[in-house]
């Protein structure tokens, strides 16, 4: 078993960052894959971003340029700096991981993830 707990959301203006948390633990968390995912209300939840164990990453169209995903293995973390916020970024974040090689090309589908925490709230005001 893998837990997951996010931290770092919050209230913020358009324009401003934020940066989200994932602590990761219970199992070799160099070895996952992390992602970010984002449930807006009323919506479906939507891939945002994932780090691989290389460090190479994967990010969706409408966070290209703004958001950036990274990882300290030393911490069995994983971050979310969100610059450039706008108001349709608002919405509960959530962290998932799974083991790379399940993962593989489907990145971006929420069903790749067995684990995920229980999401943290960012609210971005216009």
């Known amino acids: 078993q893998v837990q997951l707990v996010e931290s770092g959301g919050g209230l913020v203006q358009a324009g401003g960052s934020l940066r989200l948390s994932c602590a990761a633990s219970g199992r070799p968390f160099s070895n996952y894959a992390m992602a970010w995912f984002r449930q807006a209300p009323g919506k479906e939840r939507e891939f945002v971003a994932c780090?691989?164990?290389?460090?190479?990453?994967n990010s969706a169209d409408s966070v290209k340029g703004r958001f950036t995903v990274s990882r300290d293995n030393a911490k069995n973390t994983v971050y979310l700096q969100m610059n450039s916020l706008k108001s349709e970024d608002t919405a509960v974040y959530y962290c998932a991981a799974d083991e790379g090689r399940r993962v593989s090309a489907w990145y971006g589908h929420e069903g790749s993830y067995r684990y995920w925490g229980q999401g943290t709230q960012v609210t971005v005001s216009s």
């Open positions: 780090i691989w164990s290389s460090g190479s990453t």
